[in-house]
């Protein structure tokens, strides 16, 4: 992969995306920024949402912009008022180092008329969601007949949205020397139809597998009743503690109530649709990229200008109709090189959708069973474990309410205090899912779910048991070259585990802690890919070594696994 240097780009816009952490090209920046600054032929680009493609469209429009010029050179349209703001801002960050270019975003739901004065001042670069570009242009405010570049980004959402037509009359009213550049992460029918219209002999760039999801994603799916919907939802996030993602809905009502509910219920979540406000959105919108809201409950429409990179799952409370959509959905996780999951939650009678999602993406769905209460309980014990350990303490502002305390804790010995301090937290939990029932659809004990969890009685089967080698079934053993020397405990060990195995449905069974090495169990239906999930491991710097073994624990390890520590 070349360097940003070496694609032609100027030095003061390589100092100023070096700041935004921008090291080497990505891969559709690698294959387009050299095009576009050697070329004035059209582009189109197959991308995801998260490969990178603003800058590589940005960076050699900046690049060619004349900053001396009072002409609007460059339009950029796009399917959203988010979208709009994030590009303008990306456009302003990359042009930091260079003589002032003005860029400007017009969307709509927003005045008219600030957008109107901003560009009388004269812009260079107008970014904006088609029907307010279309508006400021009949209204002679914009105008586009002196553009060079002309950008259509994420096409197949801004049709999905319904700006086919404004787009036609935006793309023909344009310059017709110009440069057009479509980018988009499907490749439809109709866009196929805009290229050939208003495109002209365009280079077809690729990054990654044409319809093809991110290859960084899995795609899990739980069978349950449509009834246990809910419940299987709060399971998901039960499990994931640290879960940050969006949970999709149907409609703005189903939006409303999942959240509303998951609130109530005591999570930390909230909705996002088109019955809010502008300023609800935004509110909510912004909690949620500053990472204060954990769950966000959206719609398709509403989610589309959520640019948050680091989000670790993607839950389709209900699966869309369009193959497509599902892909725009599962592609805003495993971003930025980055690993994510997408859930489905369905039952029976969608299977067939997921069938057709498979055929027509190119992804393959894995069958995960619904966490039962025992997995629940302990990832969310080892979690709160991992709070106290990591928390930090204000000693300033403790200080004076010290006496207090250590005069009503100080005669309790220390294990049932650390006992009281862990029951305060995760008693709520332990009395939840005390009982809990099977969730997936194929068990049997499934249908009596719903009044279990709803706290009616019920005659639930999964009982809570703290350890797990009584289970029945065949597991397999392993060495593992970490023990107690390295500052683990069993429960730090199972966590350690089942963090790399990210599949929470694997069951864990015994663990033989040791102090250079251990050994522990996993279902043997699970050998291969608990080898691949060590494959690469490394815990505090050291390379991790897991093995398939028969050997019990006090017989010392293979001679060739010997490790340098730390
Ligand atoms: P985009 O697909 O344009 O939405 O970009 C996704 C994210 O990747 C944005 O947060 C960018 O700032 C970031 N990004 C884009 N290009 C690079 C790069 N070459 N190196 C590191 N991060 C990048």
């Not at 694609?7 to 100092?15: C, F, Q, S």
């Not at 597998?209 to 419940?231: F, T």
């Amino acid at each position: 992969m070349k360097e940003f240097r070496e694609a032609g780009l100027r030095e003061e816009i390589i100092d100023a995306i070096s700041e935004m952490g921008f090291v080497k090209p990505t891969p559709i920046q690698d294959k387009t920024i050299s095009h576009l600054l050697a070329s004035d032929r059209d582009l189109i680009g197959l991308a995801q949402t998260g490969t990178g493609k603003t800058a590589a469209f940005g960076l050699p429009i900046i690049q060619r912009i004349d900053p001396k010029s009072r002409d609007t050179q460059a339009l950029v349209l796009c399917p959203t008022r988010e979208l709009c703001m994030q590009i303008t801002k990306d456009f302003n960050s990359y042009s930091k180092y260079l003589p002032k270019i003005s860029v400007a975003a017009v969307y709509g739901g927003a005045s008219i008329d600030n957008q109107i004065r901003a560009l009388k001042k004269g812009v260079h670069i107008v970014v904006g969601t088609p029907g307010r570009v279309l508006d400021l242009i009949n209204r002679h405010c914009l105008m586009i007949d002196a553009i060079s570049f002309l950008v259509l980004d994420e096409a197949d959402e801004m049709l999905n949205m319904g700006f086919k037509e404004d787009l036609d009359t935006i793309l023909s009213s344009a310059k017709s020397e110009r440069q057009t550049m479509l980018f988009s992460a499907t490749m439809p029918r109709e866009i196929a139809q805009i290229a050939k219209n208003y495109m002209n002999d365009p280079e077809e760039i690729s990054a990654g597998q044409k319809n093809a999801g991110a290859e960084n994603v899995q795609h899990h799916y739980y069978l349950v009743h449509a009834r246990d919907r809910y419940l299987a939802l709060k399971r998901i996030a039960d499990v994931n503690p640290d879960i940050y993602g969006i949970i999709f809905c149907r409609t703005r009502e189903e939006t409303q109530e999942v959240a509303d509910k998951l609130i109530a219920d005591g999570y930390n979540a909230d909705a996002l649709h088109g019955n809010l406000s502008q300023a609800q959105r935004d509110l909510v919108m912004n909690r949620f990229r500053t990472g204060h809201l954990q769950l966000l409950v959206a719609t398709d429409v509403a989610a589309r200008g959520i640019d948050v990179n680091n989000l670790s799952h993607i839950i389709n409370y209900n699966l869309p109709d369009d193959p497509d959509i599902y892909l725009h959905r599962s592609g805003r996780t495993g971003r930025a090189g980055r690993s994510g999951i997408s859930i489905s939650v369905v039952h029976m009678k969608e299977k067939s959708k997921l069938r057709m999602i498979e055929q027509r993406s190119k992804i393959r769905f894995e069958q995960k069973k619904v966490p039962g209460g025992i997995n629940i309980c302990e990832m969310q014990l080892f979690n709160l474990v991992d709070r106290v350990v990591n928390v930090e303490v204000n000693k300033v502002q403790i200080e004076r309410f010290l006496p207090y305390i250590y005069d009503k804790l100080g005669d309790i010995d220390r294990d049932t205090l650390i006992q009281k301090f862990i029951s305060l937290e995760f008693n709520r939990f332990l009395e939840y899912y005390k009982d809990a029932p099977d969730l997936n659809q194929n068990a049997q004990t499934a249908g009596k779910s719903t009044e279990r969890e709803k706290g009616r009685g019920g005659s639930g089967r999964e009982s809570f048991i703290p350890a797990r080698s009584g289970k029945q079934g065949s597991f397999s053993r392993f060495f593992i070259n970490a023990g107690s020397r390295d500052g683990l405990d069993k429960p730090a060990m199972i966590k350690l585990i089942a963090t790399h195995l990210r599949n929470r449905d694997i069951e864990i069974g015994k663990v033989d802690l040791l102090k250079n090495f251990s050994f522990f169990e996993i279902e043997s239906s699970h050998d291969r890919e608990t080898l691949k999930a060590f494959s690469d491991a490394e815990f505090k710097g050291r390379p991790l070594n897991v093995e398939l073994t028969d050997k019990k624990p006090f017989e010392k390890p293979p001679e060739k696994k010997k490790f340098k520590r730390k």
